[in-house]
């Protein structure tokens, strides 16, 4: 099943530079997408989301982008901080299912 | 802030064995699920649970598998008869409204299941 793919499994950023999370998917029936972050040793928690009928959301040092003609959605985090370092998943959902489809996650590293 | 509490941490048991799966959800949310992440792999859906029956489950969520609410907080995962490809991290979820697009879920931290 890979309707979700984020073809990145790591990432290695400087603080204070920009982290480009990169999540593609291929089913046309998602029409939400979000995104969450994991430590070790603790369940996936809530990032940040974005509607279909919008291309970008921003909250903070996070914004999401979605190009829905590349199926294809971002997650930038500006500027990084050491405390990012984690596991980013992007899922996507459609309307009236009660799943998520998680991506394969990437390790994002944030260096001092 | 309210948060989803999984017991057992981890979880070792025989291959044939039952085990469950405890959960509390947070307590004014409505809709319960089970997901699993296999070691290197995907996280994966399980089983969503809305008014007392399951509303939605995967393919992975076979004869083998049952989800009960039998008190008002605990939400339980039962696998009767474990296999080794059931060892995994299994978490809970829950949330206020109907599905994912209403309302980010909340996972509690896992219970580590393995199987020998």
């Known amino acids: 099943d890979q309707q979700v793919k984020q073809n990145s499994p790591s990432l290695s950023v400087q603080e204070g530079r920009i982290s480009i999370l990169n999540c593609d998917y291929t089913n046309s029936m998602f029409d939400y997408f979000l995104w969450y972050k994991k430590y070790p040793a603790e369940g996936p928690t809530f990032l940040i989301s974005i509607s279909s009928i919008k291309d970008k959301n921003e909250d903070g040092r996070f914004t999401v982008f979605l190009n829905k003609s590349a199926k294809h959605l971002s997650l930038h985090i500006v500027p990084s901080q050491p405390g990012d370092s984690a596991v980013y998943f992007c899922a996507a959902s459609a309307w009236g299912a009660q799943k998520l489809v998680f991506g394969q996650g990437t390790r994002l590293t944030i260096n001092p | 802030e309210p948060e989803v509490t999984q017991t057992p941490s981890h979880q070792v048991t025989q291959m044939g064995q039952e085990v469950i799966l405890r959960c509390v959800p947070i307590?004014?949310?409505?809709?319960f699920y089970w997901y699993r992440q296999i070691l290197g792999q995907k996280v994966e859906f399980l089983v969503s649970?809305?008014?007392?029956?399951?509303?939605?489950k995967s393919e992975i969520f076979d004869d083998q598998f049952s989800v009960e609410r039998p008190d008002g907080s605990n939400f339980t995962l039962k696998i009767r008869s474990t296999k080794l490809e059931d060892s995994a991290m299994y978490f809970c979820a829950s949330s206020q409204d109907r599905g994912a697009t209403n309302e980010k879920l909340f996972f509690g931290s896992g219970t580590q299941l393995s199987v020998l």
């Open positions: 307590s004014n949310h409505l809709y």
């Open positions: 649970f809305y008014n007392n029956e399951i509303s939605e």
